[in-house]
Each structure stands twice: as structure tokens, then as C-alpha cells.
């Protein structure tokens, strides 16, 4: 089945910096890559994902990057700002429709 | 509007009470699934549906069943909870569309067992 590794476990940033949270993931045959980010207290929600027919995708200040032979994806926050704090959780989704989530990232982002 | 619902959002018992954690949807899914979470920490699979009459055990070993007689509707059951059960429970949903489709969350379960 799919595995999924997710870096950095925290990482701190300071307010208008960039991040970038990188995933792997083992099945060659998955080809659906969502973006969770989680409040605290708030339920999962989906910020942004990619397909495997695409290389890139932006939203505005976050954009997903994926290499499907290198079978990693990144997600990038540009700009940051205090209410992107959260943890972020990558997932991947193969052919046998199992969705496998990473451990998560918790992103500060200090004023 | 269509979403996800969980009763109860909070939940403090004894141990050894039986309760039953339930989700609901409205986003005309068939497929379900229940995460067990400690606060912002890893999501752990513990049980999924794809239909009705459908249910499978998740990767993480878990005491509690499910069941699901109607689409919309996958409660879980503790028979005699303990306090390793305390944690968030999540419900998801995601719809029959094959592996592109998207998987929606309902704002969980907090359980605490004394």
C-alpha cells in the first residue's frame, strides 16, 4: 500500500517569509496529491491538491509542486502570514482509492 | 447545505460505558471513513465504508465497530471505552468518483474516558 513521508515535523517562520512542506510517497501509481491544513481545534480542511497530469499548480499564495518520477510533492506558502499557522497535512491517493495522509507539519509563522 | 455532522461535538464518560460516536453526511457520498487523532497530530485510519453494507478495519488496530445501513449515515461504537480511547474522533466522506475524488472532514468528536 501507499506511504507517505512528510518534512519538516514543525518549522517556524518569520511573517512575510516563504515555506515549503515536502512529501514522498512510495506508490508510483497515485496520482491524486491533496493539501490539508488544520486549525486549532477545526477540522481538516482541503487548501489545495494536484493531479498527476500536472506539474504545478498555483491559489493565490500557495502553490503544490509535483515530481512523479522523483515521487515527491511540495507545498509552498509565499508570503506568510500569521493565520497560516496550522498544521498542514499531505496525502496521496492511488489506484486502490486509499487515501494515505502524512504526520503533518505544524507551521508558525511569527509577526 | 451539504456537509458533515458528528454528535457529540464533546463527550466525558466513565470507563466502561458503551457509547456510540455518530456521522452523518449530506454531500451524497458513498464512501466514509472514521480518523482517530490526538490534537494536531498524526490522522489515524481506523475504519472506512464504500457502501452500504460495507466496512472494513483501518490500518490503526482499533476496540471500536461501525456499521452502515444507510448511505448517509456511519456511527462508531465503543462496547466499554477506556481512557486509551480518549483522543478526537474524525468522520470523512469522499464521493464514488474513483481515486481523483476529494475527501471532505466533519469537525470531529472530542472523547475523554475517566
Known amino acids: 500500500g501507499e506511504n507517505v513521508e512528510q518534512h519538516p515535523s514543525t518549522l517556524s517562520v518569520q511573517e512575510g517569509d516563504s515555506a515549503v512542506i515536502k512529501c514522498t510517497y512510495s506508490?508510483?501509481?497515485?496520482?491524486?496529491f491533496p493539501w490539508y491544513k488544520q486549525e486549532l481545534g477545526k477540522r481538516p480542511q482541503l487548501i489545495i491538491d494536484?493531479?498527476?497530469?500536472?506539474g504545478e499548480k498555483k491559489d493565490q499564495r500557495i502553490a503544490v509542486t509535483l515530481n512523479k518520477t522523483a515521487k515527491h510533492f511540495s507545498l509552498h506558502i509565499t508570503e506568510t502570514q500569521p493565520e497560516d499557522s496550522a498544521v498542514y497535512f499531505c496525502?496521496?491517493?492511488?489506484?486502490?482509492?486509499?487515501?494515505?495522509f502524512g504526520a503533518g507539519t505544524r507551521l508558525t509563522v511569527k509577526p | 447545505e451539504a456537509d458533515i455532522y458528528q454528535t457529540p461535538r464533546y463527550l466525558v464518560i466513565g470507563t466502561g460505558k458503551k457509547i456510540t460516536l455518530e456521522c452523518s453526511q449530506t454531500?451524497?457520498?458513498?464512501?466514509m471513513y472514521w480518523y482517530q487523532q490526538d490534537p494536531g497530530m498524526e490522522l489515524h485510519l481506523i475504519h472506512y465504508s464504500y457502501g452500504v453494507n460495507s466496512t472494513e478495519k483501518g490500518d490503526l488496530s482499533s476496540e471500536s465497530t461501525v456499521s452502515r445501513i444507510r448511505t448517509e449515515h456511519f456511527p462508531l461504537t465503543l462496547e466499554s471505552a477506556r481512557p486509551s480511547h480518549t483522543s478526537q474522533y474524525l468522520c470523512?466522506?469522499?464521493?464514488?468518483?474513483?481515486?481523483?475524488?476529494?475527501?471532505?472532514f466533519g469537525p470531529g468528536t472530542r472523547l475523554t474516558v475517566l
Open positions: 454531500m451524497g457520498h458513498d464512501k
Open positions: 470523512a466522506s469522499s464521493s464514488a468518483g474513483g481515486p481523483l475524488s476529494e475527501q471532505f
Open positions: 506508490d508510483s501509481a497515485s496520482n491524486y
Open positions: 494536484i493531479r498527476s497530469n500536472v
Open positions: 496525502a496521496a491517493r492511488g489506484l486502490g482509492n486509499d487515501m494515505r
